[in-house]
């Protein structure tokens, strides 16, 4: 074989082996990464004193979405009592 059949071969196999391992591991970097800053996001709140029902609520306006095995929970008791509003 000449060089530049060697070549061509070997680019032929990176190419088809090469490009959906590295899909793979940018694939589950970027979850990665999403998940890290829902962690640090959902921190931050339970340290302002978010309910668990307002951190829920927040989450399903950002389009997160539900483990298929999970079902969600729609209503979660408040932590702390509701205020009323001052006017009715």
Same mark, same amino acid.
């Given at each position: 074989?000449?060089?530049?059949?060697?070549?061509? =071969? #070997?680019?032929?196999?990176?190419?088809?082996? %090469?490009?959906? *391992?590295?899909?793979?591991?940018?694939?589950?970097?970027? $979850?990665?990464?999403?998940?890290?800053?829902?962690? =640090? #996001?959902?921190?931050?709140?339970?340290?302002? %004193?978010?309910? *668990?029902?307002?951190?829920?609520?927040?989450?399903?306006? $950002?389009?997160?979405?539900?483990?298929?095995?999970?079902?969600?929970?729609?209503?979660?008791?408040?932590?702390?009592?509701?205020?009323?509003?001052?006017?009715?």
């Amino acid at each position: 074989m000449h060089d530049e059949e060697v070549f061509i =071969a #070997l680019a032929g196999m990176a190419g088809v082996f %090469g490009l959906p *391992a590295i899909w793979v591991v940018t694939h589950y970097a970027y $979850l990665a990464w999403k998940q890290w800053h829902a962690t =640090a #996001l959902v921190r931050d709140m339970l340290n302002r %004193g978010y309910t *668990a029902q307002e951190i829920m609520q927040m989450f399903q306006v $950002l389009g997160h979405r539900y483990p298929r095995h999970m079902k969600p929970i729609i209503d979660v008791p408040p932590a702390k009592p509701i205020r009323q509003p001052a006017y009715n």
